[in-house]
């Protein structure tokens, strides 16, 4: 099986901009997490979609947004970038999403906010 | 609140040494517990998972152990090789109710490197 897929790896944007990130999960995944990767703040969970519907998110502003398709495949947006939001943005996929289950990575897109 | 911390940032160790890289948890509602190692331009790779219903696993090389009394994971690498050089993650999920959602709790890493 094809794994987690990401596009675009790498994105250049500047402040007030707005960003889409894509993530195609690996087939018959239908959850899909994405995460934030900063220096300083490590790994930080973001929200987590289901059927095409949010299921759980992390403590992010509002600027924050994302979405899940028919397909499973998700988007993330993020609006009015500031350059904080500079990170490697990861989504993984898992089977169901319940708690106990592996989730699977990409290899993220790193965003760089100038 | 959930908290998921490493005791040492980095550890240093030779070819064919074993190495153990720790964690601590502090969520004791924590059910579901996952290492991943992270190199360098790369996604986290899973490496292995243990449920706390269980006190170790092993998988190819790698051991966990799960010590809920005190709240400590750690993973042990057998015969450690120069590719095993990366940052390792600990992660844990309630895996109750709906906040759990695909949702893990990540530790800050420890960057491992193995000299030939």
């Known amino acids: 099986k094809a794994g987690v897929t990401q596009t675009p790896r790498y994105l250049i944007k500047t402040r007030g901009q707005q960003v889409t990130l894509s993530c195609s999960p690996i087939s018959g995944h239908r959850s899909v997490s994405w995460y934030q990767q900063t220096p300083g703040q490590g790994l930080q969970f973001l929200f987590e979609?289901?059927?095409?519907?949010?299921?759980n998110k992390g403590n992010f502003p509002g600027r924050f947004s994302g979405r899940q398709f028919s397909n499973s495949r998700s988007e993330m947006n993020v609006s009015t970038l500031e350059l904080g939001d500079s990170a490697l943005y990861l989504c993984a996929s898992s089977l169901l999403g319940t708690g106990a289950e592996t989730q699977y990575f990409g290899p993220g897109t790193r965003l760089l906010v100038l | 609140g959930e908290n998921v911390g490493l005791h040492l940032p980095t550890l240093s160790v030779q070819e064919g040494d074993n190495s153990i890289i720790n964690c601590a948890y502090s969520?004791?509602?924590?059910?579901?517990f996952i290492w991943y190692k992270q190199e360098s331009g790369k996604g986290p790779q899973f490496i292995i998972d243990i449920r706390s219903n269980m006190d170790k696993r092993q998988g190819q090389r790698v051991t966990v152990l799960l010590n809920k009394t005190v709240k400590h994971l750690s993973l042990q690498i057998a015969a450690t090789q120069p590719g095993d050089s990366a940052v390792y993650f600990c992660?844990?999920?309630?895996?109750?109710?709906?906040?759990?959602?695909?949702?893990?709790?990540f530790g800050q890493g420890t960057i491992l490197t193995v000299h030939p």
């Open positions: 979609y289901f059927s095409e519907t949010q299921r």
């Open positions: 969520n004791s509602a924590s059910d579901y």
């Open positions: 992660a844990e999920n309630s895996g109750s109710g709906g906040t759990s959602y695909g949702k893990l709790t």
